[in-house]
């Protein structure tokens, strides 16, 4: 037998954006809860810039 999840009514199902930096070696790059991530990144302040931009194109819909 297999159980589901009850869906929960009044509940957004769209993830939260959450970014973080993660650094390998001289390189950086973002990720995001939803699956998003941008290209490693020899700049840190490049990454940062990214996951703002990322989270602001999410928070501010066209
Ligand atoms: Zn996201």
Known sequence: M?????????TTPMPEHRVAISERGSFCHASCVCGWFSPAR???DLAR???ADHL???HDPA
């Not at 297999?2 to 009044?10: K, M, N």
């Open 42 to 44: 020899r700049s840190r």
């Open 49 to 51: 810039r990214e996951a």
């Open 2 to 10: 297999h159980s589901e999840l009850p869906a929960v009514p009044g």
């Open 56 to 58: 602001a194109e999410n």
